[in-house]
């Protein structure tokens, strides 16, 4: 009798939390649309082109980074320098590989697409791949986080920083990606920036032990 009641408490505690659970997910859905929606807004030429010029312009700015630091190390002869380059180049297509990865994954519908009717589409032609996560932001983040770690000063890192989130505004604001997505590939470029920054100093670290043995 007493293991019965247990299993019934145990079944109802089950359905508690998988309803609490779907609530919460419906909730988290709902305010990321209703952030969107608030940052999307109606046309506006002005403000359109704007938006629209800092998301076209972004991959020649996070292709600038690497090359900028290679071609500084090797003006300055510097290999500190050009190991960051490097380490850049390869933030980026870490970055870009994962966001590949996730969007087949997630496959999510993008928000003009599935709600045209509350979100207006401000960029032509509209991207067709999946929406999670955001491409042009994990690229900006990854770049801009490289960068800051290369050059670790406050007047490089407030800047390249300010470029990332303007690059995620413009996508919200052009309609193509949610504020989820936006978050996931802020946290997707810098985790890639910071994880071959990692590997580079662990490389670098054996190098050096292997040539100066103990």
Same mark, same amino acid.
């Not at 290999?79 to 870490?94: E, M, P």
């Not at 045209?116 to 994990?138: M, N």
């Given at each position: 009798?007493?293991?019965? +009641? &247990?299993? +019934?408490? !145990?079944? #109802?505690?089950?359905?508690?939390?998988?309803?609490?659970?779907?609530?919460? =997910?419906?909730?988290?859905?709902?305010?990321?649309?209703?952030?969107?929606? =608030?940052?999307?807004?109606?046309?506006?030429?002005?403000?359109?082109?704007?938006?629209?010029?800092?998301?076209? #312009?972004?991959?020649? *700015?996070?292709?600038?980074?690497?090359?900028?630091? &290679? *071609?500084?190390?090797?003006?300055?002869?510097?290999?500190?320098? #050009?190991?960051?380059?490097?380490?850049?180049?390869?933030?980026?297509?870490?970055?870009?590989?994962?966001?590949?990865?996730? !969007?087949?994954?997630?496959? /999510?519908? /993008?928000?003009?697409?599935?709600?045209?009717?509350?979100?207006?589409?401000? +960029?032509?032609? =509209?991207?067709?791949?999946?929406?999670?996560?955001?491409?042009?932001?994990?690229?900006?983040?990854?770049?801009?986080?490289?960068?800051?770690?290369?050059?670790?000063?406050?007047?490089?890192?407030?800047?390249?920083?300010?470029?990332?989130?303007?690059?995620?505004?413009? /996508?919200?604001?052009?309609? %193509?990606?949610?504020?989820?997505? %936006?978050?996931? =590939?802020?946290?997707?470029?810098?985790?890639?920036?910071?994880?071959?920054?990692?590997?580079?100093?662990?490389?670098?670290?054996?190098?050096?032990?292997?040539?100066?043995? +103990?």
């Amino acid at each position: 009798m007493l293991r019965f +009641e &247990l299993s +019934e408490v !145990k079944k #109802k505690i089950q359905l508690t939390l998988c309803t609490l659970l779907f609530a919460t =997910g419906l909730y988290a859905q709902g305010l990321d649309l209703n952030i969107l929606k =608030g940052i999307n807004g109606p046309v506006n030429p002005g403000a359109d082109k704007t938006w629209r010029f800092v998301t076209k #312009k972004a991959i020649f *700015i996070d292709a600038a980074v690497p090359a900028s630091l &290679l *071609i500084a190390g090797f003006i300055n002869h510097d290999d500190d320098l #050009k190991i960051s380059g490097l380490q850049a180049g390869a933030s980026l297509l870490v970055a870009g590989g994962s966001t590949f990865v996730l !969007k087949k994954i997630f496959n /999510r519908t /993008r928000p003009f697409v599935a709600h045209p009717d509350v979100i207006t589409l401000k +960029e032509f032609p =509209g991207p067709t791949d999946a929406s999670f996560p955001s491409g042009h932001t994990a690229f900006a983040f990854a770049a801009a986080t490289s960068l800051s770690l290369a050059v670790p000063k406050w007047y490089v890192i407030a800047p390249s920083f300010a470029y990332a989130s303007a690059v995620g505004y413009s /996508r919200l604001y052009l309609g %193509v990606h949610y504020p989820s997505d %936006v978050l996931a =590939g802020a946290v997707v470029g810098a985790g890639s920036a910071y994880i071959t920054w990692k590997a580079q100093k662990w490389l670098m670290g054996k190098k050096k032990h292997k040539t100066y043995p +103990e």
